[in-house]
């Protein structure tokens, strides 16, 4: 089969692993394990985007409680939903450490 040159500022010249502006099948096959590596870190920090925001949000929101701004009303309406949000939360950063630690030992 006859090897085809890539043209000027191709989308495929990213794929030229060797610079010789011939996109062999060989760096093709490479193609699909680069894109799914790139999903995959996609999807891994914005896993780690959420967790963080999670942590964070609890922090300000326990300050919040415990800050003078927030008297005894509003901490005995906010008892239930205070909850709800630390019980979820946790949830959510265990979870992501969870799978992580499991990943790496994958």
Same mark, same amino acid.
């Given at each position: 089969?006859? &090897?085809? $040159?890539? &043209? $000027? ?10 610079? =010789? ?21 996609? @999807?891994?920090?914005? &896993? ?34 205070? =909850? ?20 790496? @030992? $994958?």
């Amino acid at each position: 089969m006859a &090897q085809k $040159k890539l &043209q $000027k500022n191709s989308v495929y010249s990213e794929y030229d692993e060797d610079g =010789d502006g011939i996109v062999t099948d060989e760096e093709l096959s490479h193609v699909k394990e680069i894109k799914k590596t790139e999903t995959e870190l996609r @999807k891994n920090l914005a &896993q780690l985007r959420m967790a963080r925001c999670t942590l964070i949000f609890m922090g300000v929101y326990a300050t919040f409680l415990a800050s003078p701004l927030c008297s005894a009303e509003k901490l005995e309406g906010l008892a239930g939903v205070t =909850d709800l949000i630390f019980l979820s939360g946790s949830g959510i950063v265990g979870a992501y450490i969870g799978m992580t630690t499991w990943m790496s @030992k $994958k």
